[in-house]
């Protein structure tokens, strides 16, 4: 089929080349120049594991096509994703800025009959006000669907061809027949459904994994009153196929770039309906204490924190992301800097330029190209991300850099056992 995508980020991108290893001739478009230029070289601006190998391929079998004309990426088309940012409002409301200017550069420039998709995580309602501002501008006929994204980045392109179910808004027969062909290799379950249906599984989802993670936190924090192990306490829960092992792992709250902002839109969503939806208040309210909690943690080891030195390892909101939206580490850092503290920071991918330019951190923060490097001089550690590097790291030498053997682990990575042994002043999740 002939696809193009609005929107050439994580999600974007991963559809368009997912789609073209699929067969289809993929157009994406953004309005961020700079971002298709290298695109067309073949250059990512962000790190996503397989992603960019895949990309230089397509572009040389002339399977995808990187544009900032709206007329060429409108044009001809079968479908037409809408791939683009939906960020969180001062107010905890998504900002449909993004999608309503894609509805209107695409109202403008449409043709012919095609399918409007929207694959952006939207609030139930946005399908219909596509709809309308497309309509506005256009006297072709087209149709608009909903078809959220589940995707995990660091894992988003096995994600994307293995997905676990596929979810399609549809209002008529046409648009859901074309989506159905699009997907038709695809052997998992197909949701066909409403419009508002599709856009609120998409929210429900992604709120109750967060609500996943709030309360495991919160068994944690009982755990460590009451002398239990949280791990193993997972460990046992996870088991029954009722609860599941995922997202069960104590640590210092959820991040990244889609849970805090959809969970808040959720909320959102309900108050604009009169409803209160006390549960995910309080999911947020955890979730926003385990960052406090991480600090408080620290002046149990370090004391008071004025001039005091930390090193963070990991900086991106999971591990295998350059992803520094919405991350825990952020938070704490800021935290740890309104305590006087001094920071030390390592991560094996976040660009530290960008980070600088998108965060302006007032205080003092050093980066660092080493993990051991980063250690010296400083007064503790504080794991922030469970990179893998991080797990199999040297507790000898990481005792020998630091200045006092104190270590922070937000993600349980270190076991117990041979912290002990190594002499280190250790404090973790759930676990005394
Ligand atoms: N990142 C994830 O893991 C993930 C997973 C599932 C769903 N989602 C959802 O998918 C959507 C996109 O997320 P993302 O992480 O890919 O965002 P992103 O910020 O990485 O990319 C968005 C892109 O859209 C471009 N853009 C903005 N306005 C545009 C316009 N009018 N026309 C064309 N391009 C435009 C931006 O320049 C940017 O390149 C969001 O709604 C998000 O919640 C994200």
């Known amino acids: 089929m002939r696809i193009s995508i609005f929107g050439s980020g994580y999600v974007g991108l991963v559809t368009a080349v997912c789609l073209a290893k699929l067969g289809n001739e993929v157009i994406c478009y953004d309005i961020d120049r700079e971002k298709i230029d290298k695109l067309q070289k073949g250059i990512v601006t962000f790190f996503e594991p397989g992603l960019k190998d895949l990309i230089i391929k397509n572009l040389a079998e002339k399977k995808i096509f990187f544009t900032v004309d709206p007329l060429f990426a409108v044009r001809d088309r079968d479908i037409i994703f809408i791939a683009v940012g939906t960020p969180q409002k001062k107010s905890g409301e998504a900002d449909l800025s993004y999608v309503k200017n894609a509805a209107n550069e695409i109202g403008k420039n449409l043709k012919n009959y095609t399918v409007i998709v929207n694959k952006s995580t939207v609030p139930v309602g946005t399908g219909l006000l596509v709809e309308n501002i497309i309509e506005k501008r256009n006297k072709h006929s087209f149709d608009v669907v909903s078809n959220p994204e589940f995707l995990s980045e660091g894992r988003a392109l096995y994600d994307f061809m293995n997905p676990e179910r596929i979810v399609i808004g549809s209002r008529s027969l046409r648009p859901k027949k074309i989506m159905n062909k699009l997907y038709e290799s695809f052997s998992c379950p197909m949701i066909n459904t409403k419009v508002e249906t599709a856009e609120m599984i998409k929210y429900a989802s992604n709120a109750f994994l967060a609500t996943k993670i709030s309360f495991i936190n919160e068994i944690a924090n009982i755990c460590e009153r009451v002398g239990a192990d949280i791990e193993e306490v997972s460990y046992g829960m996870g088991l029954d196929s009722r609860i599941g092992n995922k997202f069960l792992n104590a640590g210092v709250g959820y991040g990244g770039s889609c849970f805090p902002k959809d969970v808040k839109a959720l909320n959102n969503i309900a108050a604009v309906n009169e409803y209160d939806f ?123 850099n630091l200045i006092e053997p104190n270590v922070i682990d937000g993600r349980n990575i270190f076991e117990i056992k041979s912290v002990n042994k190594h002499g280190f002043n250790y404090l973790s999740i759930g676990r005394s």
């Open 278 to 400: 006390k549960l995910l208040k309080s999911v947020i309210r955890v979730n926003n204490d385990q960052r406090k909690l991480i600090v408080e943690k620290a002046e149990r080891l370090l004391g008071d924190l004025k001039e005091k030195k930390v090193c963070v390892w990991g900086l991106s909101y999971k591990p295998d992301t350059d992803d520094i939206r919405e991350s825990a580490a952020i938070d704490i850092i800021k935290l740890f800097h309104k305590k006087g503290a001094i920071i030390n920071a390592y991560d094996p991918k976040v660009n530290y330029d960008q980070l600088n330019k998108e965060v302006k951190f007032k205080n003092k923060i050093v980066f660092y190209m080493n993990k051991y490097d980063a250690l010296k001089n400083c007064h503790g550690l504080f794991i922030a991300t469970e990179w893998n590097e991080f797990r199999k790291a040297d507790l000898k030498r990481i005792k020998s």
